[in-house]
């Protein structure tokens, strides 16, 4: 943690969504926020412990709400096919690099959607902190430093749908419900921090907008949030078009995740029940990007962006909490460095630049329950990311962040 006493911003996005504040000065004690003024530089009496950060835009460190650490964003087909079939020796040292390019991009906190074989969970158990807490991850030969990972285990799909790659099924005769019931008896299951589900198909990358029936029905979502509340746990589900998500939206689930082809209706019912969405919309910009340009999958790709970035403009108009997400893992999504492609395609359609952050910052924070990041305001913890230049340049640094410890 940062023991400097008084550090001056060039420029503060804060994570509150407010406005931009200009040479600022921040007074820590304790590694806790006291007061933020607006001074300039000149201006302040330089205690010992004054760091300058004059050049910088400082900014509370960034929370990518949709991960998939056993994967990783290689284009390399069989690279992918490897990682999927791996078992957990194989995999500790990728999930502990996916987790060190978080870090070293100013990611504070990840959500993961999910693996088959739940090995994220056992990786995370492994290098839980001694209070129990967050995960100790060692990112040099002498640093340790921590990041939130909040995981789901193995997803849940129904029978022959997708969703295998990521999770399991409830077993036969069984509603979703009572396997999530069944299982949190059982020895040796270690409890997620939030329940995946997955209520649709893919998105198609030959038939533009084609939609997928709904995995599960009103009722049995509906028993499932009520599980999950009985446990104090959220409800992240995967839904792509129309039917899938008002059914999500509507059982009272969390946050869904895509959300390719809802509909202005759904987005709605979003605002109305401030359920969060996270778009995951660079994964078509990347498939775009790996695919032949003149196929027709690329152009379906192509198709699929414009129309989610629709959607996100329609989104911030009607006042629907977004939080950034990645999808990391996807072919092309690569972890870190990808939460700056999603920033920016927010800031495509139509965000500003502190919207865009409060949807990578406070939105996605209070998402995943933590309460100790999220905004650079007074009683916070002075846990910060800065970004060389002014705002504007902000998506182009965040490969070269300072992050404080
Ligand atoms: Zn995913």
Request: net charge neutral.
């Amino acid at each position: 943690m940062l023991n400097k006493s008084c550090i001056h911003a060039g420029w503060l996005i804060d994570g509150t969504g407010g406005h931009i504040q200009k040479d600022v000065l921040i007074h820590i004690q304790q590694h806790t926020i006291q007061t933020i003024e607006t001074a300039p530089k000149a201006a302040c009496q330089r205690p010992a412990s004054f760091l300058d950060l004059s050049e910088y835009t400082l900014l509370p460190k960034l929370v990518d709400c949709h991960v998939h650490l056993f994967m990783s964003g290689t284009d390399d087909i069989a690279a992918r096919k490897r990682q999927l079939e791996a078992g957990y020796d194989a995999l500790k040292a990728v999930i502990s690099d996916h987790i060190a390019r978080h870090l070293s991009c100013g990611v504070g906190a990840v959500r993961d959607g999910g693996d088959s074989k739940g090995l994220v969970q056992q990786y995370l158990q492994e290098c839980q902190g001694a209070d129990g807490g967050k995960p100790l991850i060692n990112t040099g030969p002498t640093h340790q430093t921590s990041i939130h990972v909040k995981v789901s285990g193995k997803a849940w799909h129904q029978c022959g749908r997708y969703g295998k790659l990521i999770g399991r099924s409830p077993a036969p005769g069984e509603t979703l419900a009572e396997a999530i019931s069944r299982e949190d008896g059982l020895p040796g299951v270690t409890r997620p921090d939030h329940i995946k589900v997955v209520n649709s198909g893919v998105n198609s990358l030959l038939c533009f907008g084609k939609e997928t029936l709904p995995q599960f029905s009103l009722e049995e979502l509906t028993h499932v949030v009520y599980e999950a509340g009985r446990r104090h746990l959220n409800v992240m589900v995967h839904a792509n078009g129309k039917v899938p998500v008002q059914i999500a939206i509507e059982a009272g689930c969390h946050s869904i995740e895509h959300g390719f082809f809802m509909g202005t209706e759904n987005l709605a019912r979003m605002r109305d029940r401030q359920t969060v969405w996270v778009p995951t919309a660079f994964t078509m910009r990347a498939y775009a990007a790996h695919l032949a340009p003149s196929s027709r999958e690329a152009d379906t790709a192509r198709r699929n962006l414009t129309h989610q970035m629709d959607q996100l403009r329609m989104a911030r108009e009607l006042g629907v909490p977004v939080a950034l997400g990645t999808d990391a893992g996807s072919l092309g999504v690569h972890h870190g460095i990808s939460v700056r492609e999603e920033l920016r395609i927010l800031l495509e359609s139509g965000y500003t630049i502190p919207e865009a952050v409060h949807c990578a910052t406070k939105t996605g924070a209070g998402l995943l329950g933590i309460t100790d990041m999220g905004t650079l305001t007074p009683g916070m913890p002075a846990s910060w990311i800065a970004v060389k230049g002014g705002p504007s340049g902000l998506a182009d640094g965040m490969d070269r962040v300072t992050v404080s410890i």
